[in-house]
């Protein structure tokens, strides 16, 4: 595998940004600039999706006693219960401008997603024409737990597709061979999705949720992410921040139920609705961008049945929503998530988030998931602005933001403990509250300036409705429409060589 190097990080502090330009290619961009994507920012808008939604083509399996030789029988419907279609009519209903439908595998899933969730693909995207609608699967990752697949929008996603899960699904053959369930097999993965035409991206799906205790990592530990991140570093770019499985406390009647638990997340809870990697102060995500990787995160539906059809699920949109700075079209949408320009919400707390980076006295500026170059001492203005919308969320509640959180971690490069899940130089740089803002109707504007910089950092903004200091642990039976939370993805600040 493909290790980051001193000479690597060395190079950080001047190394040009440098994205897929769509077509299976790198492109240099400025590396002052806010736009480090492959399309011209003009006519970026925040557009909400979610990149992991389940259909009836994530089936159950009948096996076959009388010829264990033949591989199971799919059963449709019995695990994901709706159509690809009607997914798509309540993503849209609950806002939605764009979606991955993501089916998990399982013996020949290759041969049934080829042959039949293909072609309801299409058919989905002619009844709902303005959902950007993806192909995907959740993939059954050798050696780790589940991963959202986004296949690009080119004509030829059907084929793609086949060939990374008839290949490396370690679901998919039958007999089950234990030989696929190997992280040197994911590896293996991500080079051929690496080399393929137009390369896809990959986001792992609820890292804690299989952990034995809080910070006890389970099928998912931090050295395989820098296992991944380091192989392909412009498709394994990220994790969900924040899992799907929110409705899990919510009876079908629409009391509480004082058993269940927000994610499905029992051993290792959620905090503030957020993964443990993601919402310790300090921890395994902020180690991973003390590194200077670029790693971002979303937040999903994980949507297979609906709360009100007796499962744990919102609907897409309904209750989770990853926003992405990009154009109304699929090339600029996947383009924005390889590249970080998004920011994730839940009950809607949010609808518009955009924090900038500039050296004073300098004329550029970055925003989510760029990098600013600028000198030592230079003083660095921050600015965070963000839309409260006033009217009620799908819950019927009308949240309020409470206080807003400046975070601050330094990059300090390459550590030599792979396993490492903390970063001690991480702290709220200022927590702001209603009297440190200023209100223009739903808009919300706070200002930071650092002082005579002189070490490379990132900056990452989050808020709550809450009054908690640090997102807490989350009870078994908690409402998670009263516990909302929002998180802005990093920009980085690099430093010129004297």
Not at 113 to 131: C, G, L, S, T
Not at 228 to 236: G, L, V
Not at 442 to 465: I, K
């Amino acid at each position: 595998m493909r290790l980051i190097t001193l000479a690597a990080w060395t190079a950080f502090c001047v190394s040009p940004v440098l994205a897929h330009d769509g077509h299976g290619g790198l492109v240099e961009h400025d590396k002052n600039t806010s736009t480090a994507g492959a399309v011209p920012a003009k006519g970026r808008l925040w557009l909400p999706g979610d990149h992991h939604i389940h259909s009836e083509f994530s089936a159950d399996y009948e096996p076959n006693p009388a010829s264990p030789q033949t591989a199971p029988t799919p059963l449709l419907g019995k695990d994901g219960r709706y159509s690809i279609a009607r997914n798509a009519e309540m993503a849209r209903r609950f806002g939605l401008g764009w979606m991955v439908s993501t089916d998990h595998g399982g013996p020949n899933h290759s041969k049934l997603n080829y042959e039949q969730a293909w072609p309801e693909v299409d058919k989905a995207r002619a009844a709902v024409p303005e959902m950007l609608i993806f192909y995907g699967m959740e993939f059954d990752t050798p050696a780790g737990d589940h991963s959202s697949l986004i296949i690009p929008f080119t004509g030829d996603e059907r084929a793609q597709l086949r060939a990374i899960e008839s290949g490396f699904s370690k679901r998919d053959p039958w007999p089950v061979d234990k030989a696929w369930d190997s992280e040197g097999r994911m590896i293996d993965a991500l080079k051929l999705m690496r080399d393929q035409k137009v390369p896809p991206v990959l986001i792992a799906n609820h890292p804690s949720r299989s952990a034995t205790a809080p910070f006890a990592w389970g099928l998912y530990t931090p050295a395989e992410f820098r296992n991944w991140n380091d192989t392909a570093p412009m498709i394994s770019v990220g994790m969900e921040g924040a899992p799907g499985h929110q409705a899990a406390a919510i009876n079908t009647d629409g009391s509480i139920d004082a058993t269940g638990a927000r994610g499905g997340y029992r051993n290792a809870p959620t905090l503030g609705g957020f993964d443990q990697m993601t919402a310790q102060l300090g921890g395994f995500w902020d180690s991973i961008l003390g590194e200077g990787r670029r790693w971002w995160i979303t937040a999903t539906s994980d949507s297979h049945s609906h709360w009100r059809d007796g499962g744990s699920d919102f609907w897409p949109g309904e209750y989770s929503k990853t926003y992405v700075h990009a154009r109304r079209e699929h090339r600029d949408v996947l383009d924005g998530v390889r590249n970080g320009r998004m920011f994730v919400t839940t009950g809607d707390l949010i609808s518009e988030l955009d924090v900038t980076v500039t050296a004073l006295g300098g004329r550029k500026t970055a925003n989510m998931g760029g990098a600013i170059l600028v000198k030592t001492g230079d003083d660095v203005a921050i600015v965070m602005r963000l839309r409260d919308p006033s009217g009620a969320n799908h819950g019927g509640y009308m949240p309020e933001v409470a206080r807003v959180d400046l975070i601050i971690g330094d990059v300090t490069g390459p550590v030599t403990d792979r396993s490492a899940d903390v970063n001690p130089s991480t702290r709220v740089e200022k927590r702001f509250a209603a009297s440190d803002w200023t209100r223009s109707g739903e808009v919300l504007t706070m200002r930071h300036t650092l002082r005579n910089v002189q070490d490379p950092f990132y900056v990452r903004v989050r808020g709550t409705n809450t009054s908690q200091i640090e997102p807490t642990a989350d009870a078994k039976g908690e409402n998670p429409w009263e516990d909302l939370w929002f998180y802005s993805n990093p920009i980085f600040v690099k430093l010129a060589r004297p």
